[in-house]
């Protein structure tokens, strides 16, 4: 809204009559004149303060008292605006390979509708992101064929075990792995669908980002990396840097979740440079999680070395390099450290940096279930501080996070 100003001392409509003679002026026409110019003097005093919301700080000042000038502001001025709500920053939760059996091993009684039961309490936030580590598909697998005589492993639940991610509490899940593709082509379209019909995001597929609407209205977008070719490639850091600059122009806050890495308990340190296993690359991981920190990702979330690794913060950000095996019903090994986990809780500002974090540990049983317990937080602790020095995440006993 424009509000006009007309200057002191001109009139839009002044009477314009011509007067051949000067009258002469009485006493009293020019004390009424005279008054009439302190009047007019005095009004536009009380206007200067309604246009500019101020009052004049000084008593006795010319044009009437500055307490008059006040008030008439007071009374006539419109009322403030509402001041605009600060964008609400995020609760997000994370785990790490999840399995819900495959019908080589067995798959769980009652449909897998229990998997989640002991640790359903912890799934909880405005995002819950998961690793989908196999294919919601049927028939045969695409990758092992026949008579492998167990040196092949391909994973895969039915496509109606969507339904166990969804009551768990997940909104987003990963594909971006080595067993997501056991089905091959037809076996990923299998398991979008069904994300899609039960509401669930998904992120993984070559440029792909998934982006949720938090509660308190706040857009994140998520984008997942591993290291082959049916996924956003984890070996090819300028593209997953070029993946993070388009999701930074579709939400504020950016989330990288990356399956890389060695696997099993001799590698649970993060090694400087490239890592392969079995002879496959597996990605430079460091390198990874600090060029897309850098590129703007405000979390990276970690996991493919089927163990839990260290954490560091890089500009004012947290690294989770793994986290373990979260669920893998007779699928995973579950004895030592391949058996233990944990569920990453954090929050995060508007913009994306660290406000607080938590990790609460998790174990599987025999046949990899999942619950609470376990000694993950003291062991994130010693591998942070053992490979990333002083970028270390301090990890409480009670696996509080903070920032060096």
Request: hydrophobic share 40%; with cysteine; aromatic share 6%.
């Amino acid at each position: 809204m424009r509000t006009n100003v007309i200057p002191v001392g001109t009139s839009r409509n002044r009477p314009t009559s011509p007067s051949p003679r000067r009258r002469p002026t009485s006493t009293r026409t020019t004390q009424n004149r005279a008054l009439a110019v302190m009047c007019a003097v005095a009004t536009l005093g009380i206007v200067a303060v309604i246009a500019s919301g101020r009052g004049d700080p000084r008593e006795g000042t010319p044009g009437g008292p500055a307490v008059e000038r006040v008030d008439a502001a007071a009374a006539v001025a419109p009322e403030p605006r509402a001041a605009t709500p600060a964008p609400a920053g995020i609760s997000l939760t994370a785990v790490g390979d999840t399995v819900m059996g495959t019908a080589e091993f067995g798959l769980p009684p009652a449909g897998g509708s229990t998997l989640f039961t002991n640790v359903r309490s912890l799934l909880t936030g405005d995002v819950v992101l998961g690793n989908l580590e196999e294919a919601l598909a049927t028939g045969s697998s695409a990758k092992c064929g026949t008579g492998s005589g167990g040196t092949c492993f391909a994973f895969a639940s039915p496509p109606s075990y969507a339904r166990n991610l969804k009551n768990a509490g997940f909104t987003v899940m990963n594909t971006a792995n080595n067993h997501a593709y056991d089905w091959g082509g037809a076996g990923v379209r299998s398991t979008i669908r069904a994300l899609d019909s039960v509401g669930i995001l998904h992120t993984g597929r070559p440029g792909e980002i998934a982006v949720q609407t938090t509660p308190g209205g706040t857009k994140v977008a998520l984008i997942g990396l591993a290291p082959y070719s049916w996924a956003q490639n984890a070996l090819n850091i300028p593209g997953a840097i070029a993946l993070v600059k388009t999701a930074e122009r579709l939400a504020p806050i950016v989330v990288v979740t990356a399956h890389v890495g060695a696997e099993g308990a001799a590698y649970r340190n993060v090694p400087q440079g490239s890592e392969t296993y079995l002879g496959e690359p597996r990605g430079q991981t460091r390198a990874l999680a600090r060029s897309v920190i850098d590129a703007g990702a405000d979390l990276f979330v970690g996991h493919g070395p089927h163990v839990m690794r260290g954490m560091e913060f890089r500009k004012g950000r947290l690294i989770a390099y793994s986290l373990g095996n979260f669920l893998g019903y007779k699928t995973f090994a579950t004895s030592g450290y391949s058996g233990m986990a944990g569920v990453l809780k954090v929050r995060l500002h508007s913009d994306g940096t660290f406000e607080s974090g938590r990790i609460v540990p998790t174990r599987m049983n025999g046949d990899g279930i999942p619950s609470a317990g376990g000694s993950t937080a003291t062991d994130v602790a010693r591998l942070s501080h053992h490979d990333f020095g002083h970028s270390a995440a301090r990890v409480s006993s009670n696996g509080t996070i903070t920032a060096p």
